[in-house]
């Protein structure tokens, strides 16, 4: 891929950059960047890992780092080489080729930011969490000059496109994923937040109050795709032999975090144990390979069964209590009326700046006991309870559908002041 400058004649037209990782950060992305897009600026994303398909899907065309890598980029080559073989990268969620530049791009970056010694002590401490690849996002900003940036709050190369946007004086604004509100270093221009609740959470990190702007969330808006399929969901459960009296879990498996995740399946495992009945339903995660998911089944044995290839809607209706943790997963779940238990390690979910009190949910944050007796005392819900349960929290948390158009108008101001100053 090439990249293209605006035409010289067109000076009205502005040129916003998106960058994002996928998962749900593509995911409320998207209908940002249509927004954008049908109020006539022009669109360049940086899709990283899983990102690509989904733009792709939207008909956004993708950049990579594999189209930032040159000629003069061998040593970086051949990091990410090492690298990409030392994760095991088979090129199915991601092609091997991006891998590699990604991985290659970041670590170079990195030996030069810091040397080589600490570079490698620290790659050997913190894997990918190491990243902040400011020089290749230096690259990207300087062959595609945008007049905007527009991300999330997620580190690396996120992150880096906040900072770089802040070195060249355009106006960055940020989309904060709900399960990202721990994350201190978010310095956008403009920080798009869900719900009041959340002020007071960023502001104790840190963060500057006049930057913050209520929104809304489009993973909220987004949970209407997953809306009104209950009878799927029965289906699902015919198919798979699950009685209606069965209380059934399903598990939304999230990557990179090897504590939580021994957490969550040891309570589930136990839980079985406490409850022969019980059912579990595993889905992977998009960064996650088919052998983690049948790991975890072996697991878990015969209670437990694969519902990775299953449309999200159908198996949300499907379940009886969505378990997880870091997950928009869990969101769309509780939106629906679902019962949701977050597992979190090291901090009770509230840290996340949820307006808890709207919606019972359930937050284990650090013994396996507490959550397997919890989950093994999941009962079946009427419908009719799940789905006033689900009204109420939609109307709560101002599910109007129009978050995305309140973001989109965020960058266009962020835009229009711009324009002020230059011209002052």
């Given at each position: 891929m090439s990249f293209t400058k605006s035409p010289q004649n067109i000076k009205t037209v502005k040129h916003v950059l998106a960058t994002c990782y996928g998962g749900g950060h593509v995911q409320m992305l998207l209908p940002v960047l249509q927004e954008l897009k049908a109020q006539g600026c022009r669109i360049s994303v940086l899709g990283l890992t899983t990102a690509t398909e989904p733009l792709r899907a939207a008909g956004f065309e993708p950049i990579g780092f594999r189209h930032l890598l040159t000629s003069d980029d061998e040593r970086a080559r051949q990091h990410g080489i090492r690298l990409a073989e030392e994760m095991g990268a088979d090129g199915k969620s991601v092609p091997l080729e991006e891998t590699i530049a990604y991985l290659g791009l970041s670590y170079a970056d990195l030996e030069e930011r810091i040397g080589t010694e600490n570079a490698k002590q620290l790659y050997q401490a913190q894997g990918r969490r190491a990243f902040l690849p400011l020089n290749p996002i230096r690259r990207l900003f300087h062959q595609l000059k945008p007049d905007a940036l527009l991300t999330t709050n997620s580190p690396r190369a996120e992150l880096a496109s906040v900072k770089v946007a802040q070195e060249r004086g355009i106006p960055a604004i940020s989309m904060v994923s709900l399960f990202g509100l721990q994350i201190a270093d978010i310095i956008a221009d403009r920080v798009c937040i869900p719900f009041e609740a959340t002020i007071p959470q960023l502001t104790a990190r840190g963060v500057d109050p006049r930057t913050l702007v209520i929104t809304g969330h489009p993973s909220f808006d987004c949970a209407a795709d997953v809306l009104h399929q209950e009878s799927a969901g029965i289906e699902w459960r015919t198919r798979y032999s699950i009685n209606n009296d069965t209380p059934l879990a399903l598990y939304a498996m999230q990557p990179g975090i090897g504590n939580q995740s021994t957490l969550v399946e040891a309570s589930l495992l136990q839980a079985i144990k406490q409850n022969p009945h019980l059912r579990i339903a595993v889905r992977k995660h998009p960064n996650h390979r088919d052998a983690d998911v049948q790991k975890v089944i072996d697991q878990l044995g015969p209670a437990a069964l694969n519902a990775s290839d299953d449309s999200?809607?159908?198996?949300?209706?499907?379940?009886?209590?969505?378990?997880?943790?870091?997950?928009?997963?869990?969101?769309?779940?509780a939106l629906i009326g679902k019962q949701v238990a977050f597992f979190?390690?090291?901090?009770?979910?509230?840290?996340?700046?949820?307006?808890?009190?709207?919606?019972?949910?359930?937050?284990?944050?650090?013994?396996?006991?507490?959550g397997a007796s919890a989950l093994a005392s999941i009962k079946r819900d009427p419908l009719a309870q799940q789905q006033a349960r689900g009204n109420q929290i939609r109307q709560t948390w101002n599910c109007d559908g129009r978050s995305h158009y309140r973001i989109a108008e965020t960058v266009l101001q962020s835009l229009s002041a711009r324009a002020n100053r230059d011209a002052a």
């Open positions: 999200l809607g159908t198996v949300l209706h499907a379940c009886d209590v969505l378990v997880t943790h870091h997950s928009t997963v869990g969101i769309k779940a979190n390690l090291e901090n009770d979910i509230s840290v996340y700046g949820l307006p808890l009190h709207e919606y019972d949910w359930a937050s284990f944050s650090t013994t396996v006991d507490a």
